[in-house]
């Protein structure tokens, strides 16, 4: 079984910075592709980044390219999410998941793990 533990959510400014961090437990975390999702209050969860297992592409949802860098350290286990230039509109539960698969990753349906997630609250 995998779990998947998202920190780093808080309060911040507009234009601020945070760094969400997932820590994913389990022996073949370098097999997994992984990716950030996001729901905002009376909204559906949506795509914000993810890399497939081996690395070679990563994707990121129009709004956030230029801004949020997906990253993992596999020695850790661990996947961050940085976040720059925030606005409001990036308010929101961020949520990390895991697939075992490596295609279809913008899509929710594709991911089989998942965490509890993490508030970030961006201020005007």
């Known amino acids: 079984q995998v779990q998947l533990v998202e920190s780093g959510g808080g309060l911040v400014q507009a234009g601020g910075s945070l760094r969400l961090s997932c820590a994913v437990s389990g022996r073949t975390f370098s097999t997994y592709s992984m990716g950030w999702f996001r729901q905002a209050p009376g909204k559906e969860r949506e795509f914000v980044a993810a890399f497939n297992w081996n690395g070679g592409n990563r994707y990121y949802t129009d709004s956030v390219k230029g801004r949020f860098t997906i990253s993992r350290v596999n020695a850790k286990n661990t996947v961050t999410l940085q976040m720059n230039s925030l606005k409001p509109e990036d308010t929101a539960v961020y949520y990390c998941?895991?697939?075992?698969?490596?295609?279809?990753?913008?899509?929710?349906?594709?991911?089989?793990?998942w965490g509890r997630g993490t508030q970030v609250t961006v201020s005007s």
């Open positions: 998941a895991a697939a075992i698969g490596g295609s279809g990753l913008t899509y929710k349906g594709a991911y089989d793990y």
